[in-house]
């Protein structure tokens, strides 16, 4: 009987180490942080972009 409850109690433990706590997002949330990461990408086009033409008019 006291080997069941140590067993029990060990995986209650177990249980409860591996379980996490999941951050939830909203909608609203997700659609900003989609926006915010749209936007990184097409400031590192732009720098390409940038960059590429400052290639081609130092190379005239």
Do not use: N, Q, W, Y
């Amino acid at each position: 009987m006291k080997k069941v409850i140590i067993a029990l109690v060990f995986l209650f433990s177990l249980s409860t180490v591996f379980t996490g706590c999941r951050d939830e997002k909203d909608p609203g949330e997700k659609i900003e942080e989609t926006v915010d990461e749209v936007g990184d990408g097409v400031e590192e086009a732009a720098d390409e972009v940038e960059d590429a033409v400052e290639d081609i008019t130092d190379d005239h």
